[in-house]
């Protein structure tokens, strides 16, 4: 027989559960987002999400029982992501699970948000992809770690301003893109010719910064467009050609930092494997670049499909590690928001 765990994630704006096995077989999957919601702001407020979280996790949970065709008397497990992510989205998944627990006697389980990015590599290519560099590129993060097994990562450097994936949406705001900005710009961005703006590529040339910094670039796109002057974007007329190009050109310059120092990560650790999870790894530019990149210097690489790479609750299957070793979590267990780097 084999053991299930009901996976509960809500660090952000999607509200997912899914039901995984120890062979890494996933039975069921739901992922509930809140782009709606939030699109008008241009990026996530948080105390929606909060709320739009407590209205959509017992309906996602029953859903996705009813797709697995499960009770919860079948399951082995509860899991939950407890860290990092937003305080009062985090709060309600755990909630739910430590409920649920209770209710049902079952173990409950803590998930690294950062580690199951990665975890979903593992899941999606059904095998073990440990000791590797982990590169997360999400709206939250864009950090490079040594990850010495599922659950121990080294941090070997990261964004020290602005996420890749925030650069995404904030350039999709200037754009009058939707939102979420990554797949608005890259389509926009197909268009486009990416030589048209020469975007500056921070830290790219120093072979010895493992890093990053986005909002330069940030302003570069909106100079670029609006000049030095104040500006209100929605009165801005830009044509579809403009609009194209300044996407194709942003998108180029961040990809080619993403890239470039992934595949430094990869030669200053030795370690002869690259995984990358994060909603930002679902852009076809930086997956086809970085597979022409790994293959140059006959690195093994594994990104995850993109509905792998984007938050949901599979990548929680993480926990069948913690089910293994009997790292079991008690009803004192809290939130940690903020875990930017540790890991
Ligand atoms: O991992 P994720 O779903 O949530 C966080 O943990 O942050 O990542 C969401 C981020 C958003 O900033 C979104 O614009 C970006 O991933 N994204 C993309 C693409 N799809 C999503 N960025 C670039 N290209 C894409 N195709
Ligand atoms: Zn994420």
Redesign the pocket.
Known sequence: MCQRILTIET??D?TAAAVVTDRLDVLASVVASQDRLHERYGGVVPEIAARAHVERILPVIDETLRRGELKLADLDGIAVVNTPGLAGSLLVGVAAAKALCVATGKPLLAVN?LHA?IYACQIADRQNVFPCVGFIV????TNLYHCVSPTQFRYLGGTIDD????A??KV?AMLQLPY????S??AAAAAGNAQKYPFPRPFLRDHNRLGFSFSGLKTAVRYAIAGTGKVDFSALQLSDRETADVAASFQEAVVDCLVGKAMLAVQQTGLGRLCV????A???L?RERLTTACRQVDTELHIAP?QL???NAIMGGLAIEHLKAGSLETLELDVLPGLVRGA
């Open positions: 660090s952000c999607e948000h990015h999400s709206g939250g993060h996420a890749a994936g925030e995404f949406d999709a979420p900005g990554g797949p710009v890259s999870g994060g909603g930002v679902a852009n076809t930086f993109p790479c984007t938050d």
